[in-house]
């Protein structure tokens, strides 16, 4: 049985460490620290840890005017809320100005399940990616999430990181490392690229036990930063299989699909097969269940591969 | 610094006045209405009020600013170019190609600018994270904001005015320029905001009504909200849009266009008058 642990919960230990070991550090929430995990770092600095209440413009505004004061700001809520409510106020308070912000959102995706499509962000990414001098990322597994939490640290300036809630199968060891902009290649083939991100690389790796079966053989990448994107390792990969497939959580507009095809068409066409929500809401539902209606589980990546596969010259 | 008295900061006001009516012409556009109406403000806070050193722009110490209402820029410019900050005669090259001086502020382009605004309804939410920032350093600066009375209509400054007090923010004073007029006329009828003095009261905040063009009053309520041991203060200063030039005063049709040829020398002669 695969061990599964939750993001948000390894990202509350990186903020409890940061609490411990950089004092510029100051944590924020708007009335969701229990659920985003923030309450860790709350746990260790209380004098540190700034609440908003519901209130997530203000958030923003307020992260900015710290950071802007020499502050290493770490502003989380729920990613429909830390993207859509205050877009704007990202846009110019700290994407403008590149302010020293990290907009961490936990509950991402149909995952959220019970709570229906006002609470599973499926655009955040998109919007997020749009912004100049914005990173974004999204890791791949609760190690992942811990890693790139004290790596964001250490980088100045503004960055959207998504999370989920629910646990999901562990892919690295517990030291894992991250850099921002650098993919991991998981597992070598020769046929296809399945190019996954968040949650969605533990189904590429499913997908490819699946496809070894039938005699094909795929590299699986986790893309855990959505933007820089690692062009390099697009480029290593696809020039040998010729193909690809992309896998995330969230629309297959404007996110981790349109970034690779985006590069690929510009650069190197070929087959792209994207997986993701396809222009819909999501709904109340068990996430299982969520996953098959729409179209995300391992079988449709498999699935996926083989029509790029199919569409090769 | 050199002290400098009422009267000539009054002074400093009209050419600051002056320099937003050239800016503006020069460039063929931009919000001159709301910067006259808050010049004797910006000439108090950079020629008096404000601890600052214009060589020194990130000196730790420094009293901060936040220009909410980040449509009024060449206001703020002008004194910025005043103070010493950057050449006066940089100041003409508002909103063209390649000027530090864009429409609207922008952090680290303009040695003096703390904020990137122009977007309403967002500065006040700015100030308070400065000001907490200093209140948790144990630091002693004031973080002073301006706010425009139009963008009180904008739900987040009501979400920062209830923080400002939660984290009773002593060192954060803000002012609003209620000159009545908005883009599409008297805000009253847009969507009225009497009384702001009761609306923050409400919130918690000390506040002050003055009559925003008179040195004293302004100099006189900084000074007494600085005094206050508790909580945030705001100064509703009652003002004129336009002030300063007598036909572009009350007039809404100037809360973004420049003057004409004609306007311009009209407006440059009362100035200059005044100034005599």
Not at chain 2, 154 to 178: C, K, P
Not at chain 2, 180 to 208: C, H, P
Not at chain 2, 259 to 268: I, T
Request: aromatic share 6%; with cysteine; hydrophobic share 40%.
């Amino acid at each position: 049985m695969t061990q599964k642990l939750a993001q948000r919960n390894y990202y509350g230990k990186a903020l409890a460490k940061l609490a411990e070991t950089n004092p510029n550090v100051i944590a924020m929430d708007a009335d969701l620290a229990g659920s985003t995990k923030t309450s860790e770092f709350r746990k260790v600095a209380p004098e540190r840890f700034v609440e908003v209440g519901i209130a997530e413009q203000n958030l923003i505004g307020i992260a900015a005017g710290l950071a802007a004061s020499g502050k290493t700001v770490f502003a989380s809520t729920f990613a429909v809320f830390a993207s859509g409510r205050c877009w704007e106020q990202i846009r110019l308070a700290l994407a403008y100005p590149k302010l020293n912000v990290k907009v961490v959102s936990t509950h991402c995706g149909i995952s959220v399940g019970a709570d229906g499509a006002s609470h599973q962000a499926l655009e955040d990414m998109a919007i997020m990616r749009a912004l100049p001098n914005m990173v974004v990322i999204s890791p791949a597994d609760a190690y992942e999430a811990y890693a790139a939490t004290l790596a964001i640290a250490e980088y100045d300036g503004p960055v959207y990181m998504r999370l989920g809630r629910a646990d999901v199968p562990v892919l690295f060891p517990e030291d894992v490392k991250f850099e921002i902009g650098k993919a991991k290649v998981l597992r070598t083939g020769t046929d296809v690229t399945l190019i996954g991100t968040g949650q969605m690389v533990a189904l590429c790796m499913e997908a490819a036990d699946m496809l070894e079966k039938e005699g094909i053989t795929a590299d699986v990448i986790d893309m855990s930063t959505i933007k820089p994107l690692d062009t390099q390792a697009i480029v290593t990969s696809v020039s040998k299989t010729g193909c690809a497939v992309t896998a995330e959580e969230h629309s297959v507009i404007g996110g981790l699909g349109s970034a690779v095809s985006e590069f690929l068409s510009e650069n190197m066409p070929c087959p792209v097969t994207r997986i993701g929500t396809r222009d819909t809401f999501g709904e109340s539902g068990d996430p299982d269940e969520l996953f098959k209606k729409y179209g995300l589980t391992a079988e449709d990546i498999r699935e996926a591969a083989k029509r790029s596969i199919g569409m090769k010259e | 610094m050199k002290e400098y008295t009422p009267e000539q900061i009054k002074r400093k006001a009209d050419e600051l006045r002056l320099h937003v009516i050239e800016m503006t012409t020069a460039a063929g556009s931009g919000h001159p209405g709301g910067s006259l109406s808050s010049a004797d403000l910006i000439a108090s806070l950079y020629f008096s009020v404000m601890k600052h050193d214009p060589k020194n722009p990130q000196w730790e110490d420094r009293d901060r600013f936040v220009l909410s209402k980040g449509h009024v820029a060449p206001v703020l410019y002008a004194a910025l170019a005043e103070s010493g900050y950057f050449p006066v005669k940089d100041l003409v090259t508002l909103r063209k190609m390649g000027s530090k001086l864009q429409g609207h502020p922008v952090r680290g382009k303009v040695p003096g600018v703390e904020m990137s605004t122009g977007s309403l309804g967002q500065g006040l939410s700015m100030a308070c994270g400065i000001a907490l920032a200093g209140k948790m350093d144990k630091k002693d600066y004031y973080t002073y904001c301006l706010l425009g009375d139009g963008e009180l209509q904008s739900g987040q400054n009501w979400e920062a005015a209830m923080f400002a007090v939660q984290y009773d923010l002593t060192h954060l004073i803000a002012f609003v320029d209620r000159n009545r007029l908005q883009i599409e006329g008297d805000t009253e009828k847009v969507m009225g905001l009497d009384s702001l003095t009761e609306k923050f009261l409400a919130f918690g905040w000390n506040v002050y009504e003055i009559d925003g063009h008179n040195i004293d009053h302004i100099l006189g309520a900084v000074k007494v909200a600085k005094a206050n041991k508790e909580g945030p203060s705001i100064i509703v200063m009652n003002t004129v849009k336009g002030k300063g030039v007598s036909f572009m005063e009350n007039n809404a049709g100037f809360h973004g266009r420049a003057c004409k040829p004609d306007e311009y020398e009209k407006a440059v002669k009362e100035l200059k008058e005044a100034l005599q």
